[in-house]
């Protein structure tokens, strides 16, 4: 009978260790202390349960869930074990709030990593905070050096106007007075329009998508050179204005103007003028660059097309060379296919680069049956170690423009057998 009930309470415990379903025996037919053996198994069995689902909760992170009874043993480990993640969690909290000063003790290696993490974080809040710190007073002296610069610009003997090419709005004005700054309309500020009578013709400006220079004249013997380029203002695109009176120049220049040192069919300086002016340049030591320009195909156009033809010509190329250079920069014409640019302030690779998107864009000209084209070479002059004569300069640069007609011969000989195809 003894053996009877050990093996009905073995098999018992057996179901409640390993995880099996089981039903608490009857205990009912059990022998004395065989029976009280079993209730104590039953009360095994519910802390046991209880055990496994709270660990199994704690095991997916469920760490608000009710602690279990206290009069469960086999819980206490556990019960301590989610008082510290609940408060871990806590912590956590807290330093994602900005408290860095959280360290914690357990649970055991844990804590040197959540210290360390702690203890950079905090280190980098300071570094952050300092770099704040400095940004802020370097904010605040560009803020100073911008305000400076404006008022250097409004005080300026110039007027600096940015226009939206859409609406014709004058959005800003460096003749303005700060408070103006944001007055947005199509009228310029009262200084402004006291003094520049002809303001439609800036405003109606065109946008041709690269920068021009060019003159205007307010009707009343008073003249103004306006540098005009777009530019990007405030998100938008825009046209800037830069308008200098020039009235005083141009009477300087006039006298110089009356004489004959114009070409007649172009309007630029013919050779006259340039000798005189470089020999006056070269004197003077001046830097200087100078550009030599022949007209390719000129004899041919004239010989086929007729004179008339060839004038439209070299004026197609004279126009199309003055849209690269500035209305300061001297254009000469020095023979009937011959020009020079004399040019201060310019490096020689500035002026090539420009002189090459000359060359690009009349050579592009497709609407006449003959090819345009023009050939180029620069030289700098050296300022006050200039020792070179005028005659080697032309020299040097004439030998510098047959490289680049060498080039456009085998060019032009590629478009008409491209034709002839």
């Known amino acids: 009978m003894s053996q009877n009930n050990a093996d009905i309470l073995l098999e018992y415990l057996k179901g409640i260790l390993y995880g099996f379903q089981v039903q608490p025996p009857d205990l009912s037919g059990l022998e004395g202390t065989w029976r009280e053996l079993g209730e104590e198994l039953k009360v095994l069995q519910n802390w046991i349960e209880e055990m496994r689902s709270y660990s199994e909760d704690l095991s997916l992170g469920n760490i608000s869930i009710p602690y279990p009874s206290q009069d469960n043993p086999l819980c206490v480990n556990l019960r301590h074990l989610q008082a510290s993640l609940k408060h871990l969690s806590w912590q956590a909290d807290q330093v994602a709030a900005g408290d860095y000063s959280q360290e914690v003790t357990y649970p055991g290696e844990f804590a040197a990593a959540f210290n360390t993490m702690t203890a950079q974080l905090k280190e980098r809040e300071s570094y952050l905070k300092e770099e704040k710190n400095q940004a802020e007073k370097e904010a605040e002296i560009i803020k100073s050096y911008n305000e400076l610069l404006l008022e250097l610009i409004r005080r300026q003997n110039k007027w600096i106007l940015v226009v939206d090419p859409e609406t014709k ?148 190329f004279v126009s199309t060379v003055q849209k690269y250079f500035r209305t300061t920069d001297i254009f000469c014409r020095i023979g009937g296919d011959e020009f020079c640019l004399i040019l201060r302030g310019i490096p020689e690779d500035v002026v090539s680069e420009k002189l090459q998107k000359a060359m690009e864009e009349f050579q592009s000209f497709s609407d006449k049956e003959y090819i345009h084209g023009f050939s180029f070479g620069v030289v700098q002059m050296n300022g006050k170690e200039e020792t070179r004569s005028l005659k080697e300069i032309l020299e040097e640069a004439d030998a510098a423009m047959y490289q680049c007609k060498r080039r456009n011969k085998e060019l032009y000989r590629q478009r008409r057998e491209a034709g002839r195809t």
């Not at 200084?191 to 998508?209: A, D, Q, T």
């Not at 050179?225 to 200098?244: D, G, K, M, S, Y």
């Open 169 to 316: 709005d004058i959005v800003y004005c460096n003749k303005r007075h700060p408070g103006q700054e944001e007055i947005h309309d199509s009228e310029f500020c009262e200084i402004c329009g006291n003094r520049l009578p002809f303001r439609s013709k800036v405003l109606n400006w065109e946008n041709k998508g690269q920068s021009n220079v060019w003159e205007i004249s307010d009707g009343d013997s008073n003249y103004y050179r306006v540098t005009t380029f777009p530019v990007e203002w405030r998100n938008r695109q825009a046209n800037a204005h830069i308008l200098v009176d020039i009235t005083e120049e141009k009477a300087r220049t006039s006298s110089l103007k009356d004489k004959a040192y114009h070409d007649a069919l172009t309007g630029i300086h013919n050779r006259v003028y340039f000798e005189e002016c470089m020999d006056a340049m070269l004197s003077e030591k001046d830097k200087l660059t100078l550009g030599y320009l022949d007209l390719d195909c000129l004899k041919t156009v004239n010989d086929q097309y007729g004179h008339a033809e060839g004038d439209s010509y070299i004026l197609r």
